[in-house]
């Protein structure tokens, strides 16, 4: 599985971007889809998931102005970003974890997508 994520750049303060993720390979076993990111100095945080169901999932920091949404075959995922403030600065990520099942046991394998920066600028 290869995920591949753009839609990155420097947007003013109160401005909006939309990030993407395209997703190959092999995710039948598809559990979830996220976005976490990392601000310098910062430990990497979740921002939004979506699951195989389609239930979403934000930080508090996000709510209401990000909005976490994928296509209809699962091999897009998109992070709607609104009224961006200097503290999303970050290195954006999208991630995918599947889980295969044998048996009584469930594996979960986490795909990661290198980063795309988003600069907020004041």
């Known amino acids: 599985v290869q995920l591949q994520a753009s839609g990155g750049g420097l947007v003013q303060v109160g401005g909006s971007l939309r990030l993407s993720c395209a997703i190959s390979?092999?995710?039948?076993?598809?559990?979830?889809m996220g976005w976490y990111r990392q601000a310098p100095g910062k430990q990497r945080e979740l921002v939004a998931t979506?699951?195989?169901?389609?239930?979403?999932n934000y930080a508090s920091s996000v709510e209401g102005r990000f909005t976490i949404s994928r296509d209809s075959a699962k091999t897009t995922l998109y992070l709607q970003m609104n009224s961006l403030q200097p503290e999303d600065t970050a290195v954006y990520y999208c991630k995918v974890r599947v889980t295969s099942v044998d048996y009584i046991w469930a594996t979960n394998t986490d795909y990661w997508g290198k980063g795309t920066l988003v600069t907020v600028s004041s």
């Open positions: 979506i699951t195989s169901r389609g239930d979403s």
């Open positions: 390979g092999d995710i039948s076993d598809l559990n979830s």
